[in-house]
Antibody
Framework: QVQLQESGPGLVKPSQTLSLTCTVSGGSISSGSYYWSWIRQPAGKGLEWIGRIYTSGSTNYNPSLKSRVTISVDTSKNQFSLKLSSVTAADTAVYYC????????????????????WGKGTTVTVSS | SSELTQDPAVSVALGQTVRITCQGDSLRSYYASWYQQKPGQAPVLVIYGKNNRPSGIPDRFSGSSSGNTASLTITGAQAEDEADYYCNSRDSSGNPWVFGGGTKLTVL
């Protein structure tokens, strides 16, 4: 059973770069047709998708964060990583990594997408 | 602002049925998926696709979709179902993901 674990500094200074890593265990990050996402959640607020990566290196980013976000993958380590630059207090949140899965319903001809595996999350505080 | 709209809060009496809705233009083309999040925990997938439950999710959880609205129904709500529920799907611009603002479910 695939499991995800986030890791990285819990405290980042304003204007610096937040760096987190998600380690995939119980399976290869390269097996199957999965994307791997980062999501964050400020305290008391909702979920915000940050971006995702395919094992080929192809990425998609939330337009509202795109200028500051870089997501990369290291298949040899079974990890993918997030870098968020020029952070402010507004970037303080719990950061989750998750696996993107997908399917197709033949009858309705709808595609469907879902995040079926999540890490436990890691809290990052931006403060001097 | 979210392109998927959810009611901020819903309540249900113990053992009764509750429907949580998610509205958005992208839902005319894509199914929503639904996540349950309890305090201090990561979200857990409860419904995906037309009406699919991951292993371990009780069959009192079900999903449906009509037009621009997706619904999560809990039939016979239990105390342990009290949680925040989020929907997500593609957004109307084709970006991979957008989340609804979440619905806080209270079981009375």
């Amino acid at each position: 059973q695939v499991q995800l674990q986030e890791s990285g500094p819990g405290l980042v200074k304003p204007s610096q770069t937040l760096s987190l890593t998600c380690t995939v265990s119980g399976g290869s990050i390269s097996s199957g047709s999965y994307y791997w996402s980062w999501i964050r959640q400020p305290a008391g607020k909702g979920l915000e998708w940050i971006g995702r990566i395919y094992t080929s290196g192809s990425t998609n980013y939330n337009p509202s964060l795109k200028s500051r976000v870089t997501i990369s993958v290291d298949t040899s380590k079974n990890q993918f990583s997030l870098k968020l630059s020029s952070v402010t207090a507004a970037d303080t949140a719990v950061y989750y990594c998750a696996r993107d899965n997908s399917g197709y319903d033949l009858r309705s001809t709808y595609y469907y997408y879902y995040m079926d595996v999540w890490g436990k999350g890691t809290t990052v505080t931006v403060s001097s | 602002s979210s392109e998927l709209t959810q009611d901020p809060a819903v309540s249900v009496a113990l053992g009764q049925t509750v429907r949580i809705t998610c509205q958005g233009d992208s839902l005319r083309s894509y199914y929503a998926s639904w996540y349950q999040q309890k305090p201090g925990q990561a979200p857990v997938l409860v419904i995906y696709g037309k009406n699919n439950r991951p292993s371990g999710i009780p069959d009192r959880f079900s999903g449906s979709s009509s037009g621009n609205t997706a619904s999560l129904t809990i039939t016979g709500a239990q105390a342990e179902d009290e949680a925040d529920y989020y929907c997500n799907s593609r957004d109307s611009s084709g970006n991979p993901w957008v989340f609804g603002g979440g619905t806080k479910l209270t079981v009375l």
